[in-house]
C-alpha cells in the first residue's frame, strides 16, 4: 500500500505525510486458486494488518495498488472484490478518508485489454488542495468525494492505461500483464503513480538454464518500455514513482551454484521427449543428502531460513534486474525478507511456498527527482520508511510493501513548473 498527505497532523508546516505502497498480486499463471479472492480469513488478515499501518503511520495521501485483481476467475471472485472495496470505503479505520478515486480493471471478457489492476487514492480530510491530472483535455481538476471506475477504464481521461503487447510473452496465452498510471498535484507538487505487473518466470528450469534468464530481459523490455512511456513527449515531465508486482526474481543460476556449490547434480529427463524434467542436488558426502530440487514449478530447498535470516541480505548480491535501469530508478535500501512465494496457509506465517526461489517481486520504485521530494530530517531516521506488512501473519501469497514519507511544500517546483499547471478546473 502507499500514500502521500498534506498539511500538519503532527508532521510540522507545510510536510505532507505520504505512504505508498501495494496489495499483493497473486500469481494466477500458475493456478487458478491463487488470485484476489482469497479466502475470507485471508482478506480478514489482510485489512487487519493494512488499517495497523494506516493508523501507526497517518498519512494524508494514501496510494494503493493490486494487481491480479481478480484474475483470470473474476466472475466467482467478484463478490470478493466487492466486498473489498466496500470495505476500504466504509470501514471505521478509514473514515478520516472523504476523498477517495478506485480504478478497477473489470473488463475481463476483453482479452485485448485486460490487466486485472486496481488502484484505489485516498485523501485525509485535512488535506486540502489536491488535484488530479486530466489526460485528456491536459488539465489539473480538484479531487472531491468519492469515486469508482471500472469495467473499461480506457474511456476514463483521468488515468492511462496499457497491456502489454502478447508477442512480450508469447508462451503466455493470456498475459493480464500492464500498467495504470495516474498523475496527482499536492502542495505545487506534481507526481506520476504508476500501478505496474510485469511478466513471470514460467519455468524454474528455464531461469535456472542463462543468467540472466530469458525472464529477466522479458521484464526488462516492458519496464523499459513502461519508463519511456511516461516521459514521453505527450505531457509535462514530472517525478513519478512506479510499484506494484515487478515480478524480479533473485539470478537463478547464480543462486543454486552459491547454495549447491558442493553438491552434485542428477539430471532426470522424460522418457519420451528427453526433455529435463527435474534436476536434484545432492551433497557429495553426508550420505548424499538432498539439497535442492528443481522442476518447472518446484524450488524445494533443504533449509529456508537462508531465505528468512537476517531478512534474508546474504541473497541481495543475486538480485540484479534493477541495476539496468540504475540511471532511470531509485529504490531505498531493502531491509524486509523476500515478499513472495508466501505459504497461504492461515497457519504458516512466515512459511515459503516449494514453487519459486524466494525473491524481492514487490517493490516501490521512483525516478531520482522523485527521490529529491521526500522530506529527510537529520533528526530522525525514520521519516522515510520502506517495509512489508504483515511479517508474522499469512496475507496471501504476497506480502504487501509500503513506502511511508514526507513531501515538502513547493518541494516540486524547481523540477515541474506544476503550480502554472495546478488550477481548479
Not at 3 to 25: D, K, Y
Not at 374 to 387: A, F, P, Q
Amino acid at each position: 500500500m502507499s500514500g502521500a498527505g498534506g498539511g500538519g497532523r503532527g508532521e510540522g508546516p507545510g510536510a505532507n505525510r505520504v505512504l505508498w505502497g501495494w496489495s499483493w498480486g497473486s500469481q494466477n499463471e500458475e493456478a487458478d486458486e491463487e488470485e484476489f479472492g482469497l479466502p475470507e480469513n485471508l482478506q480478514k488478515n489482510w485489512l487487519r494488518e493494512f488499517y495497523q499501518v494506516v493508523h501507526a503511520h497517518k498519512p494524508h495521501f494514501m496510494a494503493l495498488h493490486c494487481q491480479e485483481f481478480g484474475g483470470k476467475n473474476y466472475e466467482a471472485s467478484m463478490s470478493h472484490v466487492d466486498k473489498f472495496v466496500k470495505e476500504l470505503l466504509s470501514s471505521d479505520a478509514m473514515k478520516d478518508y472523504n476523498r477517495a478515486r478506485v480504478y478497477l480493471d473489470e473488463n475481463y471478457k476483453s482479452q485485448e485489454h485486460f490487466t486485472a489492476l486496481g488502484s484505489f487514492y485516498f485523501l485525509h480530510e485535512s488535506l486540502k488542495n489536491i488535484y488530479q491530472f486530466d489526460f485528456k483535455a491536459k488539465k489539473y481538476k480538484k479531487v472531491t468525494g468519492k469515486e469508482i471506475y471500472s469495467d473499461t477504464l480506457e474511456s476514463t481521461p483521468m488515468l492511462e492505461k496499457e497491456k502489454f503487447p502478447q508477442d512480450y510473452f508469447p508462451e503466455c496465452k493470456w498475459s493480464r500483464k500492464g500498467f495504470i498510471r495516474t498523475r496527482w498535484c499536492i502542495t505545487d507538487c506534481a507526481f506520476d503513480l504508476v500501478n505496474i505487473h510485469l511478466f513471470h518466470d514460467a519455468s524454474n528450469l528455464i531461469a535456472w538454464e542463462t543468467s540472466p534468464s530469458v525472464y529477466s530481459g522479458i521484464r526488462h523490455k516492458a519496464l523499459g518500455y513502461v519508463l519511456d512511456r511516461i516521459i514521453d513527449q505527450r505531457f509535462e515531465k514530472v517525478s513519478y514513482f512506479v510499484f506494484g508486482d515487478f515480478n524480479f526474481r533473485l539470478d537463478a543460476k547464480a543462486v543454486v551454484e552459491t547454495l549447491c556449490a558442493k553438491a552434485t547434480m542428477q539430471t532426470i529427463r522424460a522418457a519420451d521427449t528427453n526433455e529435463v524434467v527435474k534436476l536434484i542436488f545432492r551433497e557429495s558426502d553426508n550420505d548424499r543428502k538432498v539439497m535442492l530440487q528443481l522442476e518447472k514449478k518446484l524450488f524445494d530447498y533443504f533449509n529456508q531460513d537462508v531465505f528468512r535470516d537476517n531478512n534474508g541480505t546474504a541473497l541481495l548480491e543475486f538480485d540484479r534486474e534493477l541495476s539496468v535501469f540504475k540511471d532511470r530508478l531509485y529504490e531505498l535500501d531493502i531491509s524486509f525478507p523476500p515478499s513472495y512465494p508466501y505459504s497461504e496457509d492461515s497457519s504458516q506465517g512466515k512459511q515459503y511456498m516449494n514453487t519459486r526461489c524466494p525473491a524481492w517481486c514487490d517493490r516501490i520504485l521512483m525516478s531520482h527527482s522523485a527521490k529529491e521530494l521526500i522530506l529527510k530530517s537529520e533528526n530522525d531516521e525514520k521519516i522515510v520508511i520502506y517495509d512489508h506488512i504483515g511479517p508474522n501473519v499469512c496475507m496471501g501469497d504476497h506480502k504487501p510493501v509500503f513506502l511511508s514519507f514526507r513531501i515538502a511544500a513547493g518541494a516540486g517546483k524547481p523540477i515541474a513548473n506544476v503550480h502554472k499547471c495546478c488550477v481548479v478546473q
